[in-house]
């Protein structure tokens, strides 16, 4: 679950994401579980930063493994 806590963190990006990976419950449930909080921090990520492109860039080459992005 996310924390009110994580949301300070949220400026790292990977950082944040790599902490939500909990290595105790692998499979599917997880996968699921992780994308939908990823979509919801990808979501408060833009609205926390506008103007931050790279904190975005992040998220997404994250999300979205098989699009890396050039930096």
């Given amino acids: 679950a996310i924390k009110s806590s994580d949301s300070p963190i949220l400026k790292p990006g990977k950082n944040n994401v790599t902490l939500l990976v909990p290595p105790q419950h692998p499979g599917s449930y997880v996968l699921g579980v992780l994308t939908g909080q990823i979509g919801q921090l990808r ?3 833009h609205s926390f ?3 931050d492109l790279p904190d ?3 998220f997404m ?3 979205k493994p ?3 992005v050039l930096k």
Wanted: hydrophobic share 5%; glycine share 6%.
């Fill in 43 to 45: 979501f408060r990520s």
């Fill in 49 to 51: 930063s506008k103007g």
């Fill in 56 to 58: 975005s860039d992040d």
């Fill in 61 to 63: 080459s994250y999300e």
């Fill in 66 to 68: 098989t699009r890396p």
